[in-house]
């Protein structure tokens, strides 16, 4: 049952693999594209959202035994504004195809701590892939000793089988877990090109704790999009980052606004 989540372990490598849920949260700016064509690829679904803005991410979702197209897809844009020009201008039609278009509102994560050292992204997008479409996997070094595992499905059904069968082992190790707290995000435009995410660390580290901090880049090419989100530990060190600044980098002024789970001002926390 999908609401048993202490159940059997999942092993990775002979490890026990920890897994958490993360708080379900607004995504930021994408929209699920239904109804596709089934001659619509990646390319024409990008070729007709990137009149908008940046994306950074554009897919068709395809079945995994067949390689043929699920009929659906996903698009996701650098900031809101991005989004509510592609929502203002409809009907959308893709390959002769009228589509169906909704923004995505929910994200399902997994967060899966302490990996062993020779445990790779693949291997981690092998193992939890058995459970559903993976809208992402990656690992992050998050100390000189500590690797953090991210694993986001495209539905809650998902995610919750996945949940269901742990704990999780690797390489014979059981390693601790702890559940997701809340994350406040501020979104941050016009950044330069060389931008990394070590500035976007020094800039906004003196406001708090940072749980979360990447300059977006394009899948393909690696290229950075000019923007990145910041998340805090609170949401008050957030609603100050947001009304802070003015913030400059290598000459160029940022644009940072409040996630949309943040209140606009910090007279909210006085």
Request: aromatic share 10%.
């Amino acid at each position: 049952m999908y609401n048993d989540v202490n159940s059997s372990p999942h092993y990775i490598d002979d490890t026990l693999v920890g897994v958490r849920l993360a708080e379900v949260r607004e995504k930021e700016f994408t929209l699920y594209v239904g109804k596709l064509s089934p001659n619509t690829t990646n390319e024409s679904l990008r070729n007709f959202y990137s009149r908008f803005g940046q994306l950074t991410q554009c897919n068709v979702k395809l079945d995994r035994q067949t390689g043929q197209s699920r009929g659906f897809g996903y698009v996701a844009f650098c900031s809101q504004e991005e989004l509510d020009s592609a929502l203002a201008v409809q009907p959308h039609v893709i390959d002769g195809t009228e589509v169906e278009i909704n923004y995505v509102t929910r994200e399902y994560d997994l967060f899966v701590t302490s990996l062993h050292p020779n445990i790779t992204e693949k291997e981690l997008n092998d193992f939890f892939s058995r459970y559903g479409e993976l809208r992402k996997c990656e690992i992050e070094e998050t100390s000189p000793v500590a690797r953090t595992g991210f694993v986001g499905f495209w539905s809650e059904k998902d995610l919750l089988q996945a949940l269901s069968d742990r704990p999780h082992i690797i390489n014979g190790q059981m390693v601790n877990t702890k559940q997701k707290g809340n994350e406040f995000s501020v979104f941050v435009g016009n950044l330069p090109s060389d931008a990394t995410d070590d500035s976007l660390s020094k800039i906004f580290s003196r406001y708090g704790k940072l749980v979360h901090w990447e300059v977006k880049r394009d899948r393909n090419t690696n290229r950075p999009l000019g923007c990145g989100f910041v998340s805090f530990e609170k949401a008050e060190q957030a609603v100050q980052a947001a009304n802070g600044g003015p913030y400059i980098l290598k000459g160029r002024t940022l644009r940072v606004k409040p996630g949309k789970s943040l209140p606009l001002s910090k007279k909210s926390f006085e």
